[in-house]
């Protein structure tokens, strides 16, 4: 099983700018799509971006396009979210997944436990 852990959540004013960062064990980091999810208490868990596993094609959710970027490193074992313009409405736990195969950013299978992000208005 792949641990993930992400960092660099926190409270930011709207308009401001964070980026998150998640950290996998394991070796076959660079052979899976990584991605990221957003849950607030009252809505399900939604997808926010995702990366394919050679960083050459992204896909994101409509609410964020223009804003968020996913990048990889894959020599760190990392993939970032830098969150721009952010809005109240972004505000969420942010969650960490990796994909079931290199190309295909549609289906995910290990989770990790969120970083908090708070905008405030």
């Known amino acids: 099983q792949v641990q993930l852990a992400e960092s660099g959540g926190g409270l930011v004013q709207a308009g401001g700018s964070l980026r998150l960062s998640c950290a996998a064990l394991?070796?076959?980091?660079?052979?899976?799509?990584m991605g990221w999810f957003r849950r607030t208490p009252e809505k399900e868990r939604t997808f926010v971006a995702g990366?394919?596993?050679?960083?050459?094609?992204?896909r994101y959710a409509d609410s964020v396009k223009g804003r968020f970027t996913i990048s990889r490193d894959n020599a760190k074992n990392t993939v970032y979210l830098q969150m721009n313009s952010l809005k109240p409405e972004d505000t969420a736990v942010y969650y960490c997944?990796?994909?079931?195969?290199?190309?295909?950013?549609?289906?995910?299978?290990?989770w990790g436990q969120g970083t908090q992000v708070t905008v405030s208005s």
């Open positions: 997944a990796r994909g079931t195969s290199p190309s295909t950013i549609n289906a995910f299978d290990s």
């Open positions: 394991g070796r076959t980091f660079s052979n899976y799509v």
């Open positions: 990366i394919t596993s050679d960083g050459g094609t992204t």
